[in-house]
């Protein structure tokens, strides 16, 4: 996939998002791998998301170890399925914060492409390499940054599927947590299942790109 493929597929996300109202701040990002580099496309510290442009993106090093752009290096290194990264902020995801953070397994799909349920990360200036390297080691794609989401996905579309996936199911158990009624979780031996299929996913997509190319497209469930 040529740079120009990427920058446009990397902003036609970021807008995706901003309309779901998920990137609303400046303090939102969205990144993208460039295949056979060591080196990323960046988006970030836009006012208005749905205006940016090519002239917004940046593009930084995958051995960054400095500010926002430290932190999505560290995901790529600790990763090498990964494809794409975002910073997010949905309102799903701010009410979960308030339940502590951490998103049980509900649905089948949630635990098939979001991986195993994790706590929420310290704040963003204490998310150092050695953090990054054990929270997404298992394969898990999502995780809470203070109020905010931080999801990966082997592509940019399945990047914006997970963080969709992800606030959809905030949503659900926040509504269910409010409620007052027992919420109940999927069983253990659907999950370690579903955990071995997205671990055999992401491998092949680390394949891929060790190769320099983007992994082929895999169907949502």
Same mark, same amino acid.
């Given at each position: 996939?040529?740079? %120009?493929?990427?920058?446009?597929?990397?902003?036609?996300?970021?807008?995706?998002?901003?309309?779901?109202? &998920? &990137?609303?701040?400046?303090?939102?990002? &969205? *990144? $993208?791998?460039?295949?056979?580099?060591?080196?990323?496309?960046?988006? *970030?510290?836009? +006012?208005?998301?749905?205006? $940016?442009?090519?002239?917004?993106?940046? %593009?930084? #090093?995958?051995?960054?170890?400095? /500010?926002? #752009? /430290?932190?999505?290096?560290?995901?790529?290194?600790?990763?090498?399925?990964? /494809?794409?990264?975002?910073?997010? #902020?949905?309102?799903?995801?701010?009410?979960?914060?308030?339940?502590?953070?951490?998103?049980?397994?509900? &649905?089948?799909?949630?635990?098939?492409?979001?991986?195993?349920?994790?706590?929420?990360?310290?704040?963003?200036?204490?998310?150092?390499?050695?953090?990054?390297?054990?929270?997404? !080691?298992?394969? %898990?794609?999502?995780?809470?940054?203070? =109020?905010?989401?931080?999801?990966?996905? $082997?592509?940019? =579309?399945?990047?914006?599927?997970? %963080?969709?996936?992800?606030?959809?199911?905030?949503?659900?158990? @926040?509504?269910?947590?409010?409620?007052?009624?027992? @919420?109940?979780?999927?069983?253990?031996?659907?999950?370690?299942?579903?955990?071995?299929?997205?671990?055999?996913?992401?491998?092949?997509?680390?394949?891929?790109? !060790?190769?320099?190319?983007?992994? +082929?497209?895999? @169907?949502?469930?």
């Amino acid at each position: 996939m040529e740079r %120009t493929q990427i920058e446009t597929q990397l902003l036609e996300g970021c807008r995706r998002l901003a309309a779901k109202g &998920f &990137f609303n701040t400046p303090a939102n990002s &969205f *990144s $993208m791998r460039i295949p056979g580099t060591t080196e990323m496309i960046l988006a *970030s510290g836009q +006012e208005d998301w749905r205006r $940016m442009g090519t002239a917004d993106l940046e %593009t930084a #090093s995958l051995l960054a170890h400095e /500010g926002l #752009s /430290g932190l999505h290096a560290a995901i790529y290194q600790a990763r090498a399925d990964v /494809g794409a990264v975002a910073i997010s #902020s949905p309102k799903g995801v701010r009410l979960l914060a308030a339940y502590g953070g951490q998103l049980p397994p509900l &649905f089948d799909e949630q635990v098939r492409h979001l991986g195993l349920s994790i706590g929420p990360l310290p704040d963003e200036e204490n998310v150092n390499r050695e953090v990054v390297r054990k929270t997404f !080691r298992r394969g %898990t794609n999502a995780a809470l940054l203070g =109020e905010r989401l931080l999801c990966l996905g $082997m592509t940019c =579309e399945r990047l914006l599927f997970n %963080t969709e996936l992800f606030e959809k199911c905030a949503q659900s158990y @926040v509504i269910a947590k409010a409620s007052g009624n027992r @919420v109940g979780f999927i069983p253990l031996w659907v999950r370690l299942i579903a955990n071995r299929r997205l671990l055999r996913e992401e491998r092949r997509a680390a394949a891929s790109y !060790r190769k320099g190319q983007i992994p +082929e497209r895999t @169907v949502a469930y």
